[in-house]
């Protein structure tokens, strides 16, 4: 399960964060994912509950905001809401399209005590 290390990383990111600020405990955290960034929300929630009484966010609320994705058809420039990362052109078939957003996968922000 590759979402347990990416909230390790999101952890060590958070605590960086809050160390920085001199703070105790994260109270709050705010995480952009995309849909084609790969995670699972479930099992990232998952990992984030088995792991965070080790760490700062012992007692933080998470909170996810999920980001669709969104591609553009490079031949005729149309945008469009895709579920995939390589995806078809609704509008002309070209196959050289490219996503301009949905594969974020970072922490938006903290909120420490
Ligand atoms: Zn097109």
């Known amino acids: 399960m590759h979402e347990m290390s990416i909230v390790v990383s999101i952890v060590e990111i958070a605590e960086s964060e809050a160390k920085k600020a001199n703070a105790e405990k994260i109270t709050e955290m705010e995480l952009d994912i995309g849909t084609v960034?790969?995670?699972?929300?479930?099992a990232l929630n998952f990992a984030f509950d088995s792991i965070k009484h080790k760490t700062m966010l012992k007692d933080a609320e998470i909170k996810i905001n999920i980001i669709e994705a969104k591609s553009i058809c490079e031949d005729c420039k149309y945008e469009f809401k895709t579920e995939n990362v390589y995806t078809l052109c609704p509008q002309c078939d070209s196959y050289k399209t490219s996503i301009l957003k949905g594969?974020?996968?970072k922490v938006k922000s903290i909120t420490t005590n």
């Open 103 to 105: 594969k974020e996968m």
């Open 37 to 42: 960034s790969g995670i699972e929300i479930d």
